[in-house]
């Protein structure tokens, strides 16, 4: 597991992506330098009960996440942490999750 999540910024405007686009939406650009988020705000949780093709399938939450850049996330919610709440992210292979901060 390694802390935080990658996101791309544009090094035209500096706007902040993720995932990675091609092009830049707002100037077109299409060079970037990778960032590190590592604190998200959940916004939204939904609940992903069933998966075709898994047979053990286990019921697991996914929150819709936003970072103090405005950017909006959607990660594996490894706790019960609902929406307002303040999550540290990280990442498991390529896959964001979030989990409470512990104190
Ligand atoms: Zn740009």
Redesign the pocket.
Known sequence: MTPGVTVWR??????TFFPQRLL?P????DAWEEDRVHEAVVEEIATIRHMIGASDWTPRRIASVRTPEGLLLTVGLRDDSGPGATVVLSEEGTAPYGERRRS
């Open positions: 544009c090094r035209g405007c500096g706007a830049c707002h100037c077109h650009g």
